[in-house]
Nanobody
Framework: QVQLVESGGGLVQPGGSLRLSCAASGSGLEYNNFGWFRQAPGKEREGVAC????????LYADSVKGRFTISLDSADNTVYLEMDKLKHEGTAVYYC?????????????WGQGTQVTVSS
């Protein structure tokens, strides 16, 4: 089992930056891929980015490519999502995921989510 705890959400102005963190714990962490999803009000959950358990081969949704960066610190078992040039449509609950691959919602482990609000 893998437990995921997100942090770092908050209020940010359009064009601003925010970094989300996800602390992972449990067994078999070293072989888990990790990802980030988000769900905006009234919309379906969508994949944002994912990364291989070696910290390689990042995959991004077209909507965030060039603005978001996913990274993995294996020593600390922490996954990060650096978000730059945030837009209003970035307002959503962001979820950390583990034990899957890709931008569809086929992941085994989910965190509780952290709210990101992009507003002036």
């Amino acid at each position: 089992q893998v437990q995921l705890v997100e942090s770092g959400g908050g209020l940010v102005q359009p064009g601003g930056s925010l970094r989300l963190s996800c602390a992972a714990s449990g067994s078999g962490l070293e072989y888990n891929n990790f990802g980030w999803f988000r769900q905006a009000p009234g919309k379906e959950r969508e994949g944002v980015a994912c990364i291989h358990w070696r910290g390689t081969s990042p995959l991004y949704a077209d909507s965030v490519k060039g603005r978001f960066t996913i990274s993995l610190d294996s020593a600390d078992n922490t996954v990060y999502l650096e978000m730059d040039k945030l837009k209003h449509e970035g307002t959503a609950v962001y979820y950390c995921t583990g034990g899957g691959w890709g931008l569809s919602a086929r992941w085994h482990f989910w965190g509780q989510g952290t709210q990101v609000t992009v507003s002036s």
